[in-house]
């Protein structure tokens, strides 16, 4: 079984999903390039789930919207996926794992590597929207 979730805009939980939701690009942006006036940062929080140690970053721009997603191992474990607004959440456990989100400016976020189990949240920059997310690794 894979560990890959991708959640979509209909809100659907799909385990190694790799359905593309259609991207917004604002006029007169190149296509996989940022929408002008958009913040090219996304912010996350890693929430550890057994002590509640909350560490917070930046994601890392991690290559073009809807790329294809890295070979999943069976040792990940996802559940709880959110998806509202500028804001994909996933609870994982693995022991070296990313969770990405692709936002409305055409550019998907990760994480940095992470291990244990985590609430993971990702926030995409402001002026655009979470499309869908997952996690990848083992």
């Keep these: 079984m ?3 979730l991708a959640l979509g805009i209909g809100g ?8 593309a939701a259609p991207g917004t690009t604002a006029p007169g942006a190149a296509a996989g390039a940022p929408a002008p006036g958009v913040a090219a ?7 550890d789930l057994k002590t509640g140690a909350t560490r917070t970053g930046k994601a890392s721009p991690a290559g073009r919207f809807g790329q294809s997603l890295p070979p999943a191992r069976a040792s990940l474990r ?4 959110y998806l509202s607004g500028r804001v994909f959440a996933i609870s994982c456990s693995g022991s070296a794992y990313r969770v ?3 936002c409305s400016n055409r550019v998907r ?3 940095p590597v992470l291990s244990g189990s985590k609430r993971v949240t990702l926030v995409c920059p402001a002026g655009t929207r979470a499309l869908r997310g997952g996690a990848y690794g083992r």
């Design 41 to 47: 940062a996304a912010d996350y929080a890693s929430k």
């Design 2 to 4: 894979s560990a890959v």
């Design 12 to 19: 659907a939980v799909a385990p190694a999903a790799a359905a």
């Design 109 to 111: 976020y990760v994480t």
């Design 78 to 81: 996802c559940w709880s996926p």
């Design 100 to 102: 990405f989100v692709d």
